[in-house]
């Protein structure tokens, strides 16, 4: 319990405490997008374009609030236990999609989430087209953040490690890299189950500060965003994405009257990107240990 004489200092000055209840919300889409940002970095990372990290943020969101209105299960236990679902999912279908490259592996990841996306529609436990409201706010800010730099910071050493190097081979060209002796298909594999953690864990994060899920929130339009996230800042290293991610998150704040032409500006991001920045604002590579 908080002493007396600290909770009787410990007071929030007004002005603070009126930014963040007007910027709340947004504060926190900037650690959950960033997470978004992350999960398709790692992705990026082994030169495969999968798009089916939306469905895998809907299958962390939908799961932990079943889990939390119907289970009564504590927040602590929901949070870890919503990468179950996108996990065992990654994995159903890691193995026949990751057999496929470039755009057959996105065409393929964003049917998988389409189907999702009608499955949510038409089932009732899920809500149906109406979603779920009435989903407690247990997600708080340093909870948001905390797991972010916690993600950063693991995805940091595992850049900068011989997992990294072998990572970095495999974006080049993964057949060069596949007779260096490098497990191609495990770290595809490994690469998309940690995007999928990454994912689901930002969906359980961004249900619990909301209040509310829908079917259209993890359609492909989410899906072509969290793409122009790690296209706008870099694949170079883990913050690059991120800052990607706070750049496209903080722009419709900057623009609200254009805010119908959100998905026309992640659009062109895209173009432009592939055309004139294809290694992204944050271009450089983090150094690694030698080998």
């Not at 990290?53 to 969101?61: P, S």
């Not at 009732?124 to 950063?152: C, K, S, Y």
Request: proline share 5%; with cysteine; aromatic share 10%.
């Amino acid at each position: 319990m908080m002493p007396a004489w600290l909770a009787s200092d410990w007071t929030i000055p007004a002005g603070l405490d009126d930014f963040l209840w007007t910027y709340g919300h947004l504060i926190n889409s900037l650690g959950i997008n960033g997470l978004l940002a992350l999960s398709m970095y790692v992705v990026l990372a082994v030169g495969q374009l999968s798009l089916g990290q939306a469905a895998f943020m809907g299958l962390g969101a939908y799961s932990s609030v079943l889990m939390t209105l119907t289970l009564k299960l504590p927040f602590y236990v929901v949070l870890p236990a919503s990468c179950l679902v996108p996990v065992l999912f990654a994995l159903a279908v890691g193995v026949p999609t990751l057999r496929l490259s470039g755009v057959y592996l996105a065409i393929a990841t964003i049917g998988l989430g389409e189907v999702l996306r009608a499955l949510y529609l038409n089932v009732d436990v899920f809500g149906g087209a109406l979603g779920i409201n009435g989903i407690p706010e247990r997600a708080q800010t340093w909870m948001i953040f905390g797991m972010l730099i916690l993600a950063l910071l693991g995805l940091w050493l595992v850049g900068r490690s011989r997992i990294g190097r072998a990572m970095e081979a495999m974006r080049e060209d993964a057949t060069a890299a596949a007779v260096m002796g490098v497990n191609v298909p495990g770290y595809q594999l490994g690469a998309l189950v940690a995007s999928a953690v990454l994912a689901g864990i930002a969906g359980c994060l961004s249900a619990h500060q909301s209040s509310f899920i829908g079917p259209n929130e993890y359609g492909f339009e989410p899906a072509v965003t969290i793409l122009s996230f790690a296209l706008l800042g870099g694949i170079g290293t883990p913050v690059a994405p991120v800052v990607g991610a706070w750049i496209l998150t903080l722009l419709p704040e900057l623009l609200r009257g254009f805010s119908d032409l959100r998905l026309v500006f992640n659009g062109l991001i895209i173009v432009v990107a592939v055309l004139f920045l294809p290694h992204g604002l944050l271009g450089w590579r983090m150094r690694r240990r030698a080998a």
